[in-house]
Each structure stands twice: as C-alpha cells, then as structure tokens.
Nanobody, 128 residues
Framework: QVQLVESGGGLVQPGGSLRLSCAAS????????IGWFRQAPGKEREGVAC????????YYADSAKGRFTISRDLAKNTGYLQMNSLKPEDTAVYYC?????????????????????WGKGTLVTVSS
C-alpha cells in the first residue's frame, strides 16, 4: 500500500520542541522531494518546509525560518521536521507530502504544486 504516515505530533508548551516523522511505504523517497504543510482551524493550508531529492536543497516559509529544520533519511525512507521554539500560532494539523521536484522547483512544491502523495496529518498543539 502506497502511503505516507506522519507521527510525532502532540501537546507542547510554548518554547518547546517536537520532531515530526513522515514514513513512506509502498514507494521510495529516493528521487522525490518531501514537504511539510500545515493547516490551522479556519485557515488555508500553508507550506512550511520542503527539501529536494537531489542535493537536499531546502525551502522554508518565513514563519519557519530559524526555528524549523527539514531533513530526510533515505535508509529509513523517512522525512523529518524538527520544530524548536514553538509558538501558539504553530498549532495546526501537519501534513507531509512527496512529489517529483528538483532543486529548482522546491519552492513550487511548498506552494502546493507538484505533490503526488499526501499523508493524513498529525496534530500539533502549542499551549500552556
């Protein structure tokens, strides 16, 4: 079965950290870009961070720069999103995605294009 499964979400206090994982099954992430998106209640989905398959070029939304780090482990067929200094406004359902992008189109992936596979999401709640 072809799927992406997110894990690692939960409740965290402001200033805390979480590491989200995105495990792929039924296909390989070797030649695909990986993206993390989020959708807060009442808001549109936004691309948070994306990474290309070729040279690990990355793109971050302004809201994520300096706090979030996207990475991948091809041996585990898994992508990650390390989130530090979390704020209440980071509360959202976080989705991972994969698609055939290059280092030149990684920003387009984070804009929602070129995605062929989506996970079902994991909830992150930042609250005291």
């Amino acid at each position: 079965q072809v799927q992406l499964v997110e894990s690692g979400g939960g409740l965290v206090q402001p200033g805390g950290s979480l590491r989200l994982s995105c495990a792929a099954s039924g296909f390989t992430l070797d030649h695909l870009g990986i993206g993390w998106f989020r959708q807060a209640p009442g808001k549109e989905r936004e691309g948070v961070a994306c990474i290309s398959p070729s040279d690990d070029s990355t793109y971050y939304a302004d809201s994520a720069k300096g706090r979030f780090t996207i990475s991948r482990d091809l041996a585990k067929n898994t992508g990650y999103l390390q989130m530090n200094s979390l704020k209440p406004e980071d509360t959202a359902v976080y989705y991972c995605a994969a698609g055939p992008v290059s280092m030149f189109s990684i920003q387009s992936m984070c804009a929602g294009g070129l995605v062929t596979n989506w996970g079902k999401g994991t909830l992150v709640t930042v609250s005291s």
